[in-house]
């Protein structure tokens, strides 16, 4: 089975020109939760995705251990928000209702969960009940990362989440998820990430060589990226990245998470062929990633008038 590969007209068509009248509420405000005793990074990075994608308003939520070390890593543009954490320096379910209450008081648009939050048994049942609360909150979107959408494994469905949901694995992740080998994974990417999409009512985002998006029911293939990708952190740029597009594109009949989602996989890959071509795919890390949003966009929209 084959996916239609993104082109650059797609993700144009998808991301709108700002209006001239336009303030930060426009743009979303995302809530990147995040980090763990010795990850405080994984959601800095997050947060500079969310922050490089357009979001209008960035909060980046950690135990609170780790709050002066994030809000030393992050752009000044970003805010930290410190929550309750457990004697191991991670989230856990004591910290569930400071997260619900700040999406409810402070109009948050998409949330981002899993950069570095760990799979200790505390912080797997913080994400837990953090998805089934969320999902009451009416977000535009929720998008799970690494320890994000390993604390749902094995098997358990999301259909009844209400909020709608991206779920972002890299192979190895799926594979541990759905109970079988990579190589069974990658040899019917696009099979397996269909399946998994429709079955939980979600869009799937399997990262890797020519990374698939789907929502079960339509499919795409991301062109852009390279090896020089494969660093730690770089998918939680991407994480990031998608959250802050939610409240952005322009929806369609599929809904507006699966163009997030396909725009952030291509917008992503872009940055990193553009960190490769200035620091080559040996010497490029995700924070050049990032970094190399900007450029992307502008790449992106070059020749399109205003």
């Known amino acids: 089975m084959t996916a239609p590969v993104l082109t650059p007209g797609m993700i144009r068509e998808w991301l709108p020109r700002r209006r001239a009248d336009a303030h930060k509420g426009d743009y979303g405000h995302v809530l990147i939760v995040a980090g763990s005793r010795g ?18 308003l960035v909060t ?9 070390i994030a809000a030393e890593k992050l752009r000044p543009e970003a805010m930290v928000l410190p929550l309750p954490e457990t004697g191991s320096r991670t989230l856990g379910p004591g910290s569930v209702e400071s997260v619900v209450r700040f999406l409810e008081r402070r109009k948050v648009s998409a949330m981002a969960m899993g950069p570095g939050l760990s799979l200790e048994p505390s912080a797997r049942a913080f994400a837990k009940r953090l998805i089934d609360r969320a999902g ?50 990658q040899s019917s990417r696009v099979q397996t990430s269909m ?27 991301n062109p852009t990226g390279n090896p020089g990708m494969a660093t730690g ?20 009949p599929e809904g507006g998470i699966l163009r997030a989602a396909a725009a952030g996989a291509y917008l992503h890959g872009l940055a990193g062929d553009l ?30 008038k205003r």
């Open 39 to 56: 990850m405080a990074g994984a959601g800095v990075l997050a947060a500079h995705g969310a922050l490089r994608g357009g979001s209008g």
């Open 60 to 68: 980046l939520a950690v135990p609170k251990s780790l709050w002066k």
């Open 136 to 185: 009451r909150l009416r977000l535009l979107g929720l998008v799970l990362d690494a320890d994000g959408f390993l604390a749902l494994a094995p098997g358990k469905r999301l259909k009844n989440s209400g909020a709608p949901i991206a779920v972002t694995p890299h192979p190895g992740e799926m594979a541990r998820f759905l109970g079988i080998p990579t190589s069974a994974v």
């Open 233 to 252: 952190g770089s998918g939680d740029v991407l994480a990031g990245l998608i959250a802050a597009l939610i409240p952005q594109v322009r929806p369609g």
């Open 195 to 221: 399946k998994f999409a429709k079955l939980n009512g979600v869009v799937c985002v399997l990262k890797g060589s020519g990374t698939i998006v789907t929502d079960g029911k339509t499919a795409y293939r």
């Open 275 to 304: 960190a490769r071509d200035a620091k080559t795919e040996i010497a490029m890390v995700a924070g050049d990633v990032a970094e190399m949003i900007p450029l992307a966009l502008q790449t992106l929209f070059k020749g399109r």
